[in-house]
């Protein structure tokens, strides 16, 4: 089993770097007054990464919600008058 993961950490660093090597040109990213050129391959890994922070944090928020509404739901029965 430890092949299967190594080739498939191979293969997946296969394509990372392929997919740098296609992608070296500069792209412009302007933001009001602020512009940063880059290559295009930096900054779909930059919005990759920030996109993996925030669904993180939407995902932790959701499972706190969630976690605490359960929790809140057997104390709201149990108050409820009964006939």
């Given at each position: 089993?430890?092949?299967?993961?190594?080739?498939?950490?191979?293969?997946?660093?296969?394509?990372?770097?392929?997919f740098?090597?296609q992608?070296?040109?500069?792209?412009?990213?302007?933001?009001?007054?602020?512009?940063?050129?880059?290559?295009?391959?930096?900054?779909?890994?930059?919005?990759?990464?920030?996109?993996?922070?925030?669904?993180?944090?939407?995902?932790?928020?959701?499972?706190?919600?969630?976690?605490?509404?359960?929790?809140?739901?057997?104390?709201?029965?149990?108050?409820?008058?009964?006939?």
């Open positions: 089993m430890r092949y299967v993961y190594l080739a498939i950490v191979v293969l997946a660093l296969a394509a990372l770097v392929t740098k090597l992608n070296l040109q500069s792209v412009t990213i302007t933001f009001l007054t602020a512009s940063l050129t880059l290559p295009a391959s930096v900054l779909v890994a930059v919005v990759y990464v920030l996109g993996m922070l925030t669904g993180g944090s939407l995902l932790a928020l959701l499972r706190g919600a969630v976690r605490k509404a359960s929790q809140q739901a057997p104390a709201d029965a149990d108050a409820a008058p009964k006939p």
